[in-house]
């Protein structure tokens, strides 16, 4: 079975410093990995996937993450985080062998201080 | 802008009621998925169509059902609605599925009251 672990619930980084968001996934076979954003009353914006090409995928706004077999991880990070940043993130594997339906991990709330 | 489209964006209806949500997918997809996101639940799929035809079944109460039309939007309907049916609900498309990057709408919030 198909599923995403979020360690954090919530995240706090002051503007200009690194972002890390931590995601571990579990899959009966190789997976397709993406992170998804929600901005406050918005819908959910594809950030970045990964679909068994290059390990380190990089997406939009700056952000990449990293597959990790050995460690059945997939974290988001940015170099430098802006305020325009806050929003809940969204790991999310897809379980293709059943029509593609996505499934999502608890989400990380990630808030920016000035 | 994700090229899906959404309607209505807000709906308030009593309990016992039934509504219909509307999603168009963008232009060439194919495959139309229906979400809920809850607070106590997270986000949940509910229902897969692949060009007309039902593909895949997640959580969905029986007082659901979906369909998918011959010009590809789908509706999702929901009756004999429950307080616990408040949530938002998605539509997200892709173009075949499987693999395939899924694009949402900005949802429609369905208030019981």
């Known amino acids: 079975a198909q599923s995403v672990t979020q360690l954090d619930s919530h995240v706090s980084v002051s503007e200009g410093t690194p972002v890390l968001l931590r995601c571990n996934y579990s899959s009966s076979y190789s997976p397709s990995l993406f992170w998804y954003v929600q901005h406050p009353n918005k819908g959910l914006q594809l950030l970045l996937k990964y679909t068994s090409a290059a390990t380190l995928v990089k997406g939009i706004n700056g952000f990449e993450a990293e597959f990790k077999k050995s460690e059945t991880s997939f974290h988001l990070t940015k170099p430098s985080a802006h305020m325009s940043d806050a929003a809940e993130y969204f790991c999310?594997?897809?379980?293709?062998?059943?029509?593609?339906?996505?499934?999502f991990g608890q989400g990380t709330e990630l808030s920016v201080k000035p | 802008d994700s090229g899906v489209t959404q309607t209505p964006k807000h709906l308030i209806t009593a309990t016992g009621q039934r509504v219909t949500l509307r999603c168009s997918p963008r232009s060439g997809d194919l495959s139309v998925y229906w979400y809920q996101q809850s607070l106590d639940q997270g986000l949940q799929f509910l229902i897969q169509?692949?060009?007309?035809?039902?593909?895949a079944k997640g959580n969905i109460l029986e007082r659901f059902s979906a369909q998918q039309f011959p010009d590809l939007h789908s509706e999702l309907n929901l009756s004999s609605l429950e307080l616990g049916d408040s949530a938002l609900y998605f539509c997200a498309s892709s173009l075949a599925g499987g693999r395939n990057e899924q694009f949402f709408g900005p949802g429609t919030r369905l208030t019981v009251l």
């Open positions: 999310v594997v897809s379980d293709y062998n059943q029509g593609g339906k996505l499934i």
């Open positions: 169509y692949y060009n007309g035809e039902e593909r």
